[in-house]
């Protein structure tokens, strides 16, 4: 890491693949921060601190004052939706912020952000029936319409740099299969319109080609394929996904590490849902859910590795079950039941009940991947960003590598990374070395 | 780190001041292990991994075979206490683990381990009233009776080496006043009966003056003074403390940093306790209680440093309650509420309910800290030992450095600490060469 | 009811279909009452108390003291089950009671229980296979089969009345349909081997057809049909049904009439369960658990009257749903969340985790339906018992009239019902008297 | 019964002692009602319904339809309070009501409600310190003051009858002593300015000698009185008390029930609360404390019967806890841990977490006690009123009755009394003839 970070200069325009409740929150809380109504709570890039040296040597700036961030004051929003809504009134749609504290002073900036006409197709998401979508021409020729997209954005908004960030709904479950395998073959297949190309993939495509970096914020495959993998090596360009860390997964990989490093056995793991939005109603139907099952189920045996730990945890039943239940909308519940195992086999039990929102704890994640990619694509990194590990549920790593769920071990790896793009020592908890100055003292 | 590891050889005695609950689940628990009717779970030393090198070269042994731990097969236990009962009588009457399944077959073991005489006085402990404790002398002559103690153990044991371990009730709230603070005064002290030396502290003294390694499973001052930390030091033996972290305060610093990783802000955490053990009943004298209180309280600001994230938690309001509950006896029951703030300003909750068992949880920790500190002597560490803050609620370190409360960092310094001695490479999460290899390939 | 109630003599034969986890723990258990070693908690006919007259009289009795009920000494059991296990063996299998407190004390009269062979089809129940059957022949000929084992059981045990209680699995889901809707027709359909002649029906027609009462603790049709109710008043027995009231529904049936009573509003309840027994893995079938969600479902709408307060309930949400989760075992647990509404339609939030065991509430269920039937026939009751509503998720009610759920207008009808028999009078808890004779003294 | 019940005609003022947050609330929520804003929900008196005759009548009118209460169009509002603040102001400090959405379109209305000066001792309530108090004076000139007060807002208002509710502080803890046992002595202490007259009993004497029935939403002694019953009959006024059931103590008044109906035992049942309003800072005052504790406790017993019931409930331990926690501010949340017994001794756990808000469950309360004591004073029924048991949590009943705690049985009384009172036959939920007629047909 050499090469000097190309600083950020001009506007960085976020696009974002989806104008729904993510989005718009999103959208609506950077306006909020620029206007001095809020401050960025949710987002590691600007509240957080990097310690750097010795715990002596108090040094711990802002994370946004240690590495060259784009300022929230310098970004410009597009979006792509297959409803014809801007987003003052997607945002009302989704019920997620307040009318009369946060979307009326925010209005006129809300109003002025209007979707592009989506590619999308009912077969990959059976609960939605989208409006504003591209039609005729093949999925290559879908594709060269985003790019289109992509090129009139920067004219229009006068941006210097994008990145663009899935934040559109679960599709159903694909499997990776031989078109994904080569760049050649997925574009051939692109094509012929082929049905293992899902529209979050010419997306990723179109946003790659385009020299955009991409993340995935849904359990999609996406551009966790190959092909994809290539072309953003060949494009010098960076991903990251896969599906935004939030809610019951997020309290998972914080509590199963902390159970893990007791040496405390799992054997059980109960998980319920409840949630009333679009999310919720598309995750009714079973295909979807086969996507986002998937996703919320690897988690626990990444971390508890029961083939390393087998009296501990290779009996653990993981059971995950979302369930759409209109009277809370956006206002997603957890509830999970963690049957853990202690000395001579006693049972005990953790029953934890989480109240969160959805779409308030997605925004700020959407913020720092757009943030950090962009930093990335300057610090000139391309291919997968596994240090960005720390905001997906199922983190994109290289092929051969077991992806890293525990959130700490996520958060060291972010932190080291950034100390190591600006020449700090990285930091290993060891700290001996206080105590052999007081012995020799 | 130069010197090699002194290997385990002969037995290690095992002592521990009490023998009620904690300790007797503990002892019965490694005669258990030693039959091959359980295994030690809950025990990261006997059943946690640790990863070497990078992640690819899938090096992952035991701790155990790590390290040159010493063997449960070779450990033998002694104890004071308050009361007349083996380790039989008093587990029965704990009422923590099956009688037919887990004391009846290891009756015989259990009986044999008797209680010595114990340093007591009721003005520290407000709500029990021992009647078997020494009498008549000085707190120094007391002090010396417990070397007198340690020595018969030994030759009556025949036990190479010795670890000392505070399993008893917390006692009243003391301030570090004068005669604290230097090995000296607090002497001179001892031959005075200065209501300010605690029976703790005499016990902690006769430890150390024997070359025997000290930890503090309680939240008393005990060795956190200058004189016993400089004791230590002259004698070349290990300390740590202090307050077993167990239930509410573990599940809390496993939270609180994923919480903070997240730049999520915390307005309120309300703690309540329900238990009705002893521990319970000591805990109801609101003397005792502050020790307690003083203890969990100050995870959560060290954990979250308000100072420097003003805009996250400058308001935390943390309450801690602890009640005494008869009908749930061990079965120690934690209930949290914590109120969150995300993106703006938006307000969520978490509460958990943990149906623990303390003495079951507490019981591991001892066994751990026992073997670690051996480890430690072994190793010519001497003095506080940071890295096994780990497993305590307040965790003593050097003066002027504030402890380190986020279990996840105090894993990492443990696990680097154990490789450090190894001479292997410490581990920082970092991780790119992966990909640097894969794009030059 | 003038006639006077006849007095239990004899011995009372109590005939479960199904020798599993709940009619093994109330064996089990009747048999530990009568050596003293428990008491029969849960069972409101043997330790609850009955008010007569005023409330100054003073007059509080034991409900068995007040009404002539069957001596728990007097009961002789027997049972028919798909596998040839006796209850001994079945309680171990179980894992309800625990082996070394309260089965091996009780082996010997356990293992004198030993199954008939039962009256099966997969068909009816899809994830059990039965190995201890009756094969060949009709519908009609197995109902002549079990009338047959109905007669053997009375002479071998020497009873002098029986109750037939249904304990066995949920059966898939059955509307009422032609052939039940008349004792000609439904024999007719035995006859022809109807698959709409489920199981459960053939052991009601025996039961009835021998004079035994019978209750159903399932939700499945079974006697819930014109065709049986007159087979009941044909023959003067007594029946009730269906679904014994336990757990989740139990609290259910307690807390929404509270909720009406202070005309709170109600927008949403969620229930979940998670359990791991026998009856979780056949509920694990989708047409078993419709039997289920529909017994389970209806309870809200009849408490609440959505009719009648539309300003409350109309847009009520209520979502039932049942996971097998096998590290449980019969320790089912239940969560609901329950979004309510107050003053000004301010919303507020209940959730309820019931840790509770299965076949402990059920037991004393049964216990309380053998000896209360028994009362209803010896007082020339017959047909459908609606006063026992008090123990059914779905209670069996008069063509016409709505089946009452709140637990507390259920008690009071049972409570009305003994003391009508016995000819005192009925409570109302007016109680103006107490006030107008201090108003005149 | 016989005498016709006066009808309402003419406005009923209502006088609130305090104008806080309860009484803001119920204000402004009867003032949204009115404009067609909202609808009375909480209000058993306005949407509940009763049920008349057999249930085959179908006769279920709303209550306030079945008997003559005052229209909530003919309401006035009255208040005495500590701080010169009128109910707008109030309102916007207590918190409870969005400004935009409720207070902000009933301003003028709420302005206009501007309290009088209270009677106040800071000895009384030690963590408030009133601005807006009547000074000078013995106690029994502060009554007349308050008459005086009456007086004159009939006057203003116009109102044909008023009556008065206390929603004010919790006073500290006063025992019944010599002075409370006549109207003499109390008079007497009165004048002499005895510590045993409290402030709320300077109200309800003001209020019973101006014919003004007198309802305690407070847990203070107030009119539980010899004194105060015997100034009630003499007068000819209704009085009813005390401490308003909402939150924590109706759950548990709708939960208990519901376990003794089931014969189940109840080993322990702890309960918390968190709560940050005007009412959780005065209840952190040991001495108020004591006098909610007391009301609190004495539900269980009550209920459950312990002396009738020993098996089930004599080693009851009931522990209630308040805690003053801020950031919740009127949203009173409670935690309840209910250990149970069931058949054959097995121990089962129910935990209810009830996230409510305080005053939005106390103003309906409110509003039906002013309504019913209004209907009761046309209806010649004087002193106290033990059929409104329903809304307390220490139902004021006559001397040497046991109070009725039991929601269920308090809501029969209710409705039978209104039954009663309109000459309709009492209910019982016999309903045996249902069936006989069926026997018959």
Same mark, same amino acid.
């Given at each position: 890491?050499?090469?000097?970070?190309?600083?950020?200069?001009?506007?960085?325009?976020?696009?974002?693949?989806?104008?729904?409740?993510?989005?718009?929150?999103?959208?609506?809380?950077?306006?909020?921060?620029?206007?001095?109504?809020?401050?960025?709570?949710?987002?590691?890039?600007?509240?957080?601190?990097?310690?750097?040296?010795?715990?002596?040597?108090?040094?711990?700036?802002?994370?946004?004052?240690?590495?060259?961030?784009?300022?929230?004051?310098?970004?410009?929003?597009?979006?792509?939706?297959?409803?014809?809504?801007?987003? *003052?009134? @997607?945002?009302?749609?989704?019920?997620?912020?307040?009318?009369?504290?946060?979307?009326?002073?925010?209005?006129?900036?809300?109003?002025?952000?209007?979707?592009?006409?989506?590619?999308?197709?009912?077969?990959?998401?059976?609960?939605?029936?989208?409006?504003?979508?591209?039609? /005729? /021409?093949?999925? *290559?020729?879908?594709?060269?319409?985003?790019?289109?997209?992509?090129?009139?954005?920067?004219?229009?908004?006068? +941006?210097?740099?994008?990145?663009?960030?899935?934040?559109?709904?679960?599709?159903?479950?694909?499997?990776?299969?031989?078109?994904?395998?080569? #760049?050649?073959?997925?574009?051939?297949?692109?094509?012929?319109?082929?049905?293992?190309?899902?529209?979050?993939?010419?997306?990723?495509?179109?946003?790659?080609?385009?020299?955009?970096?991409?993340?995935?914020?849904?359990?999609?495959?996406? +551009?966790?394929?190959?092909?994809?993998?290539?072309?953003?090596?060949?494009?010098?360009?960076?991903?990251?996904?896969?599906?935004?860390?939030?809610? %019951?997964? #997020?309290?998972?990989?914080?509590?199963?590490?902390?159970?893990?490093?007791?040496?405390?056995?799992?054997?059980?793991?109960?998980?319920?849902?409840?949630?009333?939005?679009?999310?919720?109603?598309?995750?009714?139907?079973?295909?979807?859910?086969?996507?986002?099952?998937?996703?919320?189920? @690897?988690?626990?045996?990444?971390?508890?590795?029961?083939?390393?730990?087998?009296?501990? *945890?290779?009996?653990?039943?993981?059971?995950?079950?979302?369930?759409?239940?209109?009277?809370?909308?956006?206002?997603?519940?957890?509830?999970?039941?963690?049957?853990?195992?202690?000395?001579?086999?006693?049972?005990?039990?953790?029953?934890?009940?989480?109240? +969160?929102?959805?779409?308030?704890?997605?925004?700020?994640?959407?913020?720092?991947?757009?943030?950090?990619?962009?930093?990335? %694509?300057?610090?000139?990194?391309?291919?997968?960003?596994?240090?960005?590990?720390?905001?997906?549920?199922?983190?994109?790593?290289?092929?051969?590598?077991?992806?890293?769920?525990?959130?700490?071990? %996520?958060?060291?790896?972010?932190?080291?990374?950034?100390?190591?793009?600006?020449?700090?020592?990285?930091?290993?908890?060891?700290?001996?070395?206080?105590?052999?100055?007081?012995?020799?003292?």
């Amino acid at each position: 890491m050499n090469t000097p970070i190309r600083l950020p200069e001009g506007k960085l325009g976020v696009l974002t693949v989806g104008l729904g409740a993510v989005a718009t929150t999103l959208i609506a809380g950077v306006f909020a921060i620029r206007k001095g109504m809020e401050k960025p709570i949710g987002s590691w890039s600007q509240l957080g601190t990097i310690r750097l040296g010795k715990r002596t040597e108090n040094r711990n700036p802002l994370v946004k004052d240690f590495v060259p961030l784009n300022d929230l004051d310098k970004i410009v929003f597009g979006a792509w939706d297959i409803f014809n809504e801007n987003a *003052y009134e @997607s945002a009302l749609h989704a019920g997620v912020l307040k009318r009369h504290k946060h979307l009326d002073p925010l209005r006129k900036e809300l109003e002025a952000v209007k979707p592009m006409k989506a590619v999308f197709s009912s077969s990959y998401v059976k609960k939605l029936n989208g409006t504003h979508v591209k039609t /005729g /021409g093949t999925k *290559y020729d879908q594709a060269m319409e985003l790019m289109d997209d992509i090129r009139s954005f920067r004219e229009t908004s006068g +941006c210097d740099r994008c990145v663009m960030i899935w934040c559109a709904s679960t599709e159903v479950y694909l499997e990776p299969s031989d078109v994904h395998q080569s #760049l050649d073959k997925f574009e051939q297949a692109m094509k012929e319109n082929d049905p293992s190309i899902a529209p979050s993939m010419i997306y990723a495509w179109a946003a790659l080609k385009s020299g955009v970096p991409f993340a995935n914020g849904a359990p999609n495959l996406t +551009c966790d394929i190959p092909a994809l993998e290539e072309l953003a090596l060949v494009m010098n360009v960076p991903i990251a996904g896969k599906d935004f860390k939030t809610g %019951q997964t #997020l309290m998972k990989t914080i509590i199963a590490p902390g159970l893990k490093a007791r040496a405390l056995g799992v054997r059980g793991w109960f998980s319920t849902n409840i949630l009333g939005n679009r999310d919720g109603e598309v995750l009714d139907d079973p295909d979807s859910f086969k996507t986002k099952e998937v996703s919320k189920l @690897s988690v626990l045996d990444n971390i508890l590795e029961p083939d390393k730990h087998p009296v501990l *945890y290779k009996d653990l039943y993981h059971k995950v079950r979302i369930n759409y239940y209109p009277p809370h909308g956006d206002n997603k519940e957890s509830w999970d039941n963690i049957d853990i195992t202690g000395w001579m086999g006693y049972q005990m039990q953790i029953k934890i009940n989480f109240l +969160c929102r959805d779409s308030i704890l997605a925004a700020p994640v959407v913020l720092d991947l757009a943030l950090f990619l962009d930093l990335a %694509q300057r610090a000139g990194m391309s291919g997968i960003q596994e240090w960005l590990s720390f905001y997906f549920k199922s983190p994109h790593a290289a092929k051969g590598l077991p992806p890293q769920h525990d959130i700490f071990k %996520q958060l060291m790896k972010l932190e080291n990374t950034l100390r190591h793009l600006q020449g700090e020592d990285l930091i290993t908890h060891l700290g001996l070395d206080y105590y052999q100055e007081f012995i020799e003292a």
